[in-house]
């Protein structure tokens, strides 16, 4: 499945339609007898988002709302009856999808699948086939398959989903519904967030594991369905699952090499220490001792003073850094599992740091808070490059991380409904940074 986002917007028609002698027919249903179809996806709900009519809305939608205006004009008649948004919009109600074909018969190829809950246009009806456009797919399918019209209605609010899009410079997430309530956090413009519930006056959004609520004065909402995929689309996506789950097995063949090689050179190392102890008499043991403690007393009282102060940033690790971010983005999209460490089949935001680490060779903790704590060392916020963790805090403490990746963007495993995505450093308040690659 493809997901898009549309535009809604509201049209209106007087109800002296009918009498002003028009070629086209009105229907009860809102449709125009034409070989256009109203409004199409574009306008399906009525107020969730105005956008500009010249560059949004499409051929059908233009003409009806220039025919709208002409009649205003001519007449002075008040725009008041409404024509049902849902006239083009279908829905599928398939089990788990129904096959799109290139004819309205069961004999012609297959051209895509429309998944249950994918939306599409409704171009005609050719007996019980309808044919349609949905995503990059055009063809027919069964009509018993496609809640259409004022049916698909009732299940757009089960099958879309709606995000927040910030329209100010920083805004404030707040615990409760009301300017009264205490600040979660501040969101930047133009980032995009899940809303979990809508209000009149506010939207509760999720940002990571946290909620919150956001004013709707300074946010536009989008609303997205899924679409149909192309055969084309649909191989190239099972091609790309398996070569990521192919590279995932041999990321822990390695790991698992390494781990094997590291235990084997540590029995080596012990019984070797052990033949080494058996052929030494036991003064020359004593004064060994005491001439290594000697050895390592000293460097450490030097070297002591040097450790306070953060490391100079080579440009070999620079590029190591910009290798670990471009490694990092290759997971995108794939999803987010609390607890896990998997890059392909789920990490949480700390698991799925540990993992990218960890196939460059560093050790790092397991969880944010330990991440802040002790990895790396920190350094300034405009000294930020690529490879360093960003954390974030609720309420004072750490609970999210992510990596920097340039461009003021980081990657990091969102939560279960945004998976692994790329955000804005400051999608939501940084509070510190952590280098790791010197």
Known sequence: M???????????????????????????????????????????????????LDQQNGEAEAFLINLLLQLD??????????????????????NNYVNIRTEPNTESEIVGKLYSGCATDILGTEGDWVKIKSGKVEGYIKAEYLAIGLEAEGLIEEVAEKYAVIKTQTLYVREEPTTESSIVTMVPIDEKYYIEEELEDWAKIAIDDITGYVSKDYIDVEVEFDYA???????????????????????????????????????????????????????????????????????????????????????????????????????????????????????????????????????????????????????????????????????????????????????HASNPKSGIKISAYNYRTPYKIKRVVK
């Open 2 to 52: 493809s997901r898009k986002k549309i535009f809604k917007t509201s049209v209106f028609l007087s109800a002296a339609l009918l009498s002003l002698g028009l070629s086209k027919e009105v229907s009860a249903h809102g449709t125009i007898g034409s070989d256009v179809g109203i409004a199409g996806i574009t306008p399906i709900i009525e107020s969730y988002y105005s956008s500009n």
């Open 73 to 94: 004009q001519a007449n002075g008649t008040k725009l008041t009856q409404i024509i049902s948004p849902y006239a083009n919009l279908g829905i599928s109600t398939a």
């Open 229 to 411: 995929i192309s055969i084309e689309e649909e191989l190239a996506r099972i091609a790309a699952e398996e070569a990521a789950r192919q590279a995932e097995e041999e990321r822990l063949a390695a790991l698992a090499r390494e781990e094997a090689a590291r235990k084997e050179a540590e029995r080596k190392a012990r019984e070797k220490a052990e033949k080494a102890a058996k052929a030494t008499s036991q003064p020359k043991q004593t004064q060994a001792a005491t001439e290594a403690t000697t050895q390592t007393q000293a460097p450490a009282q030097t070297e002591a003073p040097k450790q306070t102060q953060a490391p100079a940033t080579s440009s070999q690790g620079s590029a190591k850094g910009q290798e670990i971010a471009n490694y990092a983005v290759k997971f995108v999209g794939n999803p987010y599992v609390y607890g896990g460490t998997s890059l392909t089949n789920g990490a949480d935001c700390s698991g799925f740091v540990y993992s990218i680490f960890k196939h460059f060779g560093y050790s790092v903790a397991r969880s944010s808070a330990s991440q802040a704590a002790s990895t790396g060392y920190e350094v300034s916020l405009s000294d930020r490059q690529p490879g360093d963790l960003i954390f974030y805090t609720k309420n004072g403490r750490v609970n999210h991380v992510a990596i920097y990746i340039g461009n003021n963007q980081v990657v």
